[in-house]
């Protein structure tokens, strides 16, 4: 059974969440990413994934209410396969501290500056190419 990789946006707020899924789908990384504006809803869906037949792709920002990202990834990096998950940090953070404690979670694949642009999906999608290899079916 192939693999299925999902693409998930997280940030809360919805004009972003609307410009990250247009710049994902017009750079060909993704036809439909999925989108949540609450980190503990993506963090449910993941972890619904019980047999772990899919692979996650996340775009994740670090200042939300309720969760924000370190909390998400504190919930998330005990419960899922390190090879099944990258997470691309897309945060208007420019803290030096973040970024080092980026570096600290190894589910983070790279730290960007928002607004995501169509050259860093491309590029993402290169780095990637062997791990997303189903995500242009």
């Given at each position: 059974?192939?693999?299925?990789?999902?693409?998930?946006?997280?940030?809360?707020?919805?004009?972003?969440?609307f410009l990250h899924k247009i710049i994902i789908r017009e750079s060909g990384l993704c036809k439909e990413p999925k989108s949540f504006e609450e980190a503990k809803e993506a963090l449910e869906f993941i972890?619904?994934?019980?047999?772990?037949?899919?692979?996650?792709?996340?775009?994740?920002?670090?200042?939300?209410?309720?969760?924000?990202?370190?909390?998400?990834?504190?919930?998330?990096?005990?419960?899922?396969?390190?090879?099944?998950?990258?997470?691309?940090?897309?945060?208007?953070?420019?803290?030096?501290?973040?970024?080092?404690?980026?570096?600290?979670?190894?589910?983070?694949?790279?730290?960007?500056?928002?607004?995501?642009?169509?050259?860093?999906?491309?590029?993402?999608?290169?780095?990637?190419?062997?791990?997303?290899?189903?995500?242009?079916?």
């Amino acid at each position: 059974m192939n693999k299925e990789t999902e693409i998930l946006v997280i940030d809360d707020d919805p004009g972003v969440i609307f410009l990250h899924k247009i710049i994902i789908r017009e750079s060909g990384l993704c036809k439909e990413p999925k989108s949540f504006e609450e980190a503990k809803e993506a963090l449910e869906f993941i972890l619904s994934d019980v047999e772990n037949k899919m692979n996650f792709l996340i775009f994740l920002d670090i200042n939300m209410p309720y969760m924000n990202g370190w909390d998400f990834l504190e919930k998330l990096s005990p419960n899922v396969k390190q090879e099944k998950v990258k997470v691309i940090m897309v945060t208007s953070s420019l803290s030096y501290a973040d970024r080092e404690k980026a570096k600290s979670f190894k589910l983070v694949y790279d730290f960007l500056e928002k607004p995501l642009i169509e050259s860093q999906c491309q590029h993402i999608q290169r780095k990637l190419n062997g791990w997303m290899n189903n995500l242009l079916k």
